[in-house]
């Protein structure tokens, strides 16, 4: 099979995106599928090669990509490009993606879960995987996807809305809160916020990569994630953190103190076979489909919370999903393989 690993972007979470794509990469080639990488905003010139057919590969070469502390802001990102373009699609980028019998979509963050990417390749009659357009954009708008997880009855941290350049709102619910942006991901301007004079100031941090903000209700108890492949939920994974909280270095950057423990220890089952279905009600909720991970929060006292649904989750060796599929035997590369088939599955009976 021709596969297309498409990755970068443009959004903060692009250094996270390539390890992504590397890894994915290399993974499919060792099941046999020729692959071609390509980075969605550099694109390629196709200068060294004589046709589209020879960026192909299915000889695995393994790449090592250390995944930087530093957060990306547009101007970061734009100098990449030496032509002065900024668009979010590179040089042959379609051209490219048109001869794949599908494109694995390893981005994360703004540029690909929103659904920017997706209805570009709809446009094309390009299928991908992971969810459609509007599934993609309702899951990567915190407000609105909790929006439709409350009024699903799945339960999710109440909320107001700031946005930018209007009075911060007054917050109806005690401190500690968290403020974060409304589009984003990992963890990229989120700040636990434990009085009335940090909130400003975390605000218009988290307002820097986003027009909204939400303030959140900070819901004590233990950190899970649970991923879900073609329909079926992995087992849950627990997240501990024994210093500070579960930001973008302690999901990315290596040597931060962070446990990952799946199955969880001491979790009841009538707990975790909840979190599954739960996983299951906020996906169909959302309208997401072939694969994705739904984040919670569990404690006795309090019960379970959805934090939030991803619709592309990091696949990089610190990531959630592959270290849940590997505790039920499913390999990385047989894990990458399940996604395109299940994908081309959905497509095949839509």
């Known amino acids: 099979m021709k596969i297309v690993v498409l990755a970068g972007g443009r959004s903060t979470e692009r250094n996270v995106s390539l390890t992504s794509g590397h890894k994915i990469t290399h993974a499919l080639q060792t099941k046999g599928h020729d692959v071609a990488f390509v980075d969605l905003f ?104 909790k929006e439709i997880l409350l009024y699903n009855q799945i339960p999710t941290a109440r909320f107001v809305a700031a946005y930018r350049n209007q009075a911060i709102p007054a917050v109806p619910f005690e401190y500690p809160v968290v403020v974060k942006p409304s589009n984003g991901g990992s963890s990229v301007g989120t700040h636990i916020v434990h009085n009335e004079g940090e909130l400003k100031p975390a605000v218009e941090d988290a307002l820097r990569f986003d027009t909204t903000a939400l303030i959140e209700e900070f819901i004590k108890g233990r950190e899970f994630s649970l991923g879900v492949i073609n329909g079926q939920p992995l087992p849950a994974i627990e997240i501990v953190v024994n210093d500070g909280w579960y930001d973008f270095e302690h999901k990315f950057v290596t040597g931060n103190t962070t446990q990952f423990i799946t199955p969880p220890n001491d979790l009841p089952d009538d707990v975790h076979d909840a979190m599954k279905q739960m996983a299951l009600d906020a996906m169909q909720a959302l309208g997401l489909t072939n694969y994705a991970r739904i984040d919670f929060f569990w404690s006795p006292e309090n019960g379970l919370f959805v934090i939030e649904g991803n619709t592309l989750p990091g696949m990089t060796p610190l990531s959630l999903i592959p270290q849940e599929a590997e505790v039920v035997g499913i390999s990385y590369p047989d894990l990458c393989e399940m996604i395109v088939n299940g994908k081309l599955e959905l497509l095949k009976n839509k």
């Open 42 to 145: 550099l694109g390629d010139d196709l200068q060294a090669v004589d046709s589209i057919d020879d960026l192909y590969s299915s000889d695995p070469i393994e790449k090592d990509y250390d995944i930087s502390d530093a957060v990306l802001t547009d101007d970061d990102i734009n100098k990449l490009r030496t032509d002065g373009t900024t668009q979010l699609f590179g040089p042959n980028v379609l051209e490219i993606c048109k001869t794949a019998d599908i494109v694995f979509l390893a981005l994360h963050g703004g540029d690909g879960e929103d659904g920017k990417v997706q209805a570009v390749l709809n446009l094309f009659g390009i299928p991908y995987t992971g969810s459609d357009t509007l599934a993609a954009g309702v899951t990567m708008d915190k407000k609105v996807s």
